[in-house]
């Protein structure tokens, strides 16, 4: 069974500020990666996903995949209040780590 | 945007009752899922479907059956309800595996039992 681990577990960032999620993962055999984002109190939603090693970027979001290390990664640029939210990762798609909750504050 | 409906959306239930979760979802999507969110264990796949009339057991299925009548619904059984599966339950829908398609939850069904 994946063992994923995210990292931090909190965060407290300024409106503007860049912020950064980890995600580390077990399974060397993992292909698909997803982050979701879920608003509190309601569904989570996927947010991006990357299928193979390197960047991808989509507006002030940037997914980092490095399959090596078993580490993928989140980067919000500018971040907004609207941004607040738990950031689940999900490599190879089912199973997710427990999560980072983002507070952003204006 | 894909479609997935939980009913009913909050319950309070009886310590040995039985409770019946239900989704049902209109985007013509072959899998199906149930998961399980708690504070200190995040998302937990309990059961899932590939095909209707068939089900399959995920991470957590101890306590719980699950049900595939049709494409569009599916649903998730305590046939004995315990305190320790007070939680949010999510359906969800995907086109295809999960590992590779993009997961479209419901909104979830807070389950209380006391």
């Known amino acids: 069974q994946q063992n994923v681990q995210q990292s931090p577990e909190s965060l407290i960032v300024p409106e503007g500020a860049r912020t950064s999620l980890n995600c580390t993962f077990s399974d060397s055999a993992s292909q698909y990666f997803w982050w979701y984002r879920q608003h509190s109190g309601k569904a989570p939603k996927a947010l991006m996903?990357?299928?193979?090693?390197g960047e991808k970027e989509e507006g002030r979001f940037t997914i980092h995949l490095n399959k090596a290390s078993l580490h993928f990664s989140l980067h919000i640029r500018d971040s907004q209040p609207s941004d607040s939210a738990l950031y689940l990762c999900?490599?190879?798609?089912?199973?997710f780590g427990l999560g980072t909750r983002v507070s952003v504050f204006p | 945007e894909a479609a997935v409906t939980q009913s009913p959306r909050s319950k309070v239930a009886v310590t040995g009752g039985k409770v019946t979760l239900s989704c049902h979802q209109t985007?013509?999507?072959?899998?199906m899922y149930w998961y399980r969110q708690d504070t200190g264990h995040g998302l937990r796949l309990i059961h899932y479907s590939y095909v209707a009339d068939s089900t399959e057991k995920g991470d957590i299925p101890d306590g719980y059956k699950a049900s595939r009548p049709s494409q569009e619904n599916f649903s998730l059984i305590l046939e004995l309800a315990s305190l320790s599966q007070t939680a949010v339950y999510f359906c969800?829908?995907?086109?295809?595996?999960?590992?590779?398609?993009?997961?479209?939850f419901g909104e979830g069904s807070k389950l209380t039992v006391l």
């Open positions: 969800a829908s995907s086109p295809g595996q999960g590992v590779t398609g993009q997961l479209y």
């Open positions: 999900a490599p190879q798609g089912l199973t």
């Open positions: 996903s990357i299928f193979s090693n």
């Open positions: 985007n013509n999507h072959d899998y």
